[in-house]
């Protein structure tokens, strides 16, 4: 068994973005400061490793055969971004607005000669393939998918959002309430190829899932900042809310060669669900003058309740399904660095 893999998005573009423009969220009372002010923020940002899911399985449960996970293409490989924050004064109260959003997420595996040179012989099938329908008799699978050569996968994944908040002093910190977006979406392709001859004539099994989460909802945090020199502050904020989530699944299922068995289809469900997330971003100020400050920051984003695409690896090709399993989480983190400038 062979295996490939390689990120599309280097990791010299985030650190570039992360560089040349950044900002945090800074307290009220720093140099030149009345707390209003602008910023612009470069990210970079990791995703932590998901748990792993099994991409085949046993065509025939007496013979062994070349296991193949999810492992092979988590999205490991960070990724740069921008995040812009505007905090202005209006009718007697503070209110910060903000938005945010990376380069997708993108990684890509290919994995070869599962049906020799390894334990498994010609015995290694998708786990789709052997996933047994609700109202399918046996043996209707899809024949490109079973007793495999090769399986050709990218992944790619987007996050971006907003907020819209309303700040209230408390002594040294702020308390901040307001409406928060999210968006993450996950877009799963893969080929399935059973023989070294189609993998060469490019036949095969085409699959995608593509599944987006969209959460609305109300956030609450804290944030501050304390000066531990002239010039050198530290501190940063905590926030969290409950959101809907709005989840929409779509996918489709096409052989290049006319599969007899399963024929070709698209589909979509959507629903929703609660989600629930936190972002804690601490963070170091240093003075550069009457109005700019530079901030580097540590970062945070964790969201529960979701739905991913390779949750329906295994359900890829059944009709019948449902289930929009929005029942897993994700964590982002990162670090950000780059300048505020207080407005008069």
């Not at 923020?41 to 007496?62: I, M, P, S």
């Not at 899932?209 to 900042?225: E, S, T, Y």
């Not at 940063?236 to 989530?245: D, H, T």
């Amino acid at each position: 068994m062979r295996t490939n893999s390689t990120a599309a998005w280097p990791r010299a573009f985030a650190l570039a973005a992360m560089v040349s423009c950044a900002s945090a969220m800074s307290a009220f009372g720093a140099a030149g400061d009345n707390g209003q002010y602008f910023m612009i923020e470069g990210l970079y940002l990791e995703k932590d490793d998901v748990g792993t899911v099994a991409l085949t399985a046993a065509g025939n449960a007496l013979n062994p055969y070349n296991p193949v996970s999810s492992d092979i293409i988590e999205l490991l490989d960070g990724t740069g971004g921008l995040r812009g924050t505007l905090q202005f004064e209006s009718y007697g109260n503070f209110w910060q607005a903000s938005a945010f959003g990376v380069v997708p997420f993108d990684e890509h595996a290919f994995v070869s000669d599962l049906d020799f040179g390894g334990v498994g012989g010609d015995n290694t099938s998708t786990t789709y393939a052997v996933f047994d329908e609700v109202g399918v008799p046996d043996g209707d699978d899809p024949e490109n998918s079973e007793f495999l050569h090769a399986l050709d996968l990218d992944l790619e994944a987007n996050l971006w959002g907003a907020a819209f908040d309303w700040l209230h002093p408390i002594g040294k910190i702020d308390f901040l309430f307001g409406l928060r977006f999210i968006h993450y979406g996950e877009e799963l392709r893969f080929v399935a190829f059973d023989s070294a001859a189609a993998l060469a004539g490019g036949i095969g099994d085409r699959i995608a899932i593509n599944v987006d989460n969209d959460m609305l909802g109300l956030q609450a945090g804290f944030q501050g900042m304390w000066n531990i020199w002239s010039i050198v502050a530290i501190g940063g904020n905590i926030k969290g809310g409950l959101a809907v989530n709005f989840v929409d699944r779509s996918r489709s299922f096409s052989a290049d060669n006319g599969d007899l068995v399963i024929p070709d289809f698209t589909d979509n469900r959507d629903g929703t669900g609660f989600a629930q997330f936190v972002e804690v971003n601490p963070r170091i100020d240093i003075v550069l003058g009457q109005s700019a400050t530079l901030t580097m920051a540590g970062t945070a984003l964790w969201i529960n309740q979701t739905s991913r695409a390779l949750s329906h690896f295994e359900t890829a090709t059944d009709v019948t399904d449902a289930n929009l399993r929005d029942d897993d989480d994700e964590l982002f983190y990162g670090a950000s660095i780059g300048a505020r400038l207080a407005l008069d």
